[in-house]
């Protein structure tokens, strides 16, 4: 039976991991595919925060096998994703960007910042991990069985 959660646990953990890898990797260009092309070669720091990225959702995704009752953190966990695209994607390609500085302000304005964006994804999805291991702490807690504390001592002599 143990197996069982361990093999859902694992398989839940990877499939997130694998699914923020190819959401946010490949339409950012950072993972090279025919269909998104970068302009801009990706910083060797692109890599680090996608793998940064990737283990957490790894973590958080196998909380979502565990067989307890706790809170959910999809709205965080999305939103580190949408961040983390913000930051590690070609600062030429993001349309909203262009429309408001340009490509010379994006490269000279949003490129230095881009960075800060990926490093606020890690925070969001580190507080979604730290969130959901804190509820499985609780729930665990509440399911062993109480003792009470006369049952530790010794009897009354009488």
Partial sequence: MQRVR???TLATGAGMGLAVLLLV???SGVIPNP????????????YVFL???TALAVALGATYGMPTRCSLQDSKALGSGLLLFIGIGCPVCNKVVLALAGASGA????EPIQPL???A????MG????????????????EQPTTSLAQHLPPAPQ
């Fill in 107 to 110: 490269l000279t304005y949003f």
């Fill in 127 to 142: 507080v979604a991990l730290a969130l959901r291991v804190r509820d499985i702490r609780r729930a665990a807690a509440s």
């Fill in 35 to 46: 269909y998104f092309i970068r302009p801009l070669e990706a910083r060797p720091t692109d």
């Fill in 121 to 124: 994804a890690i925070a969001v």
């Fill in 25 to 27: 990797g490949v339409p």
């Fill in 6 to 8: 361990v093999g859902k």
């Fill in 51 to 53: 793998g940064v990225i």
């Fill in 117 to 119: 964006f990926s490093l």
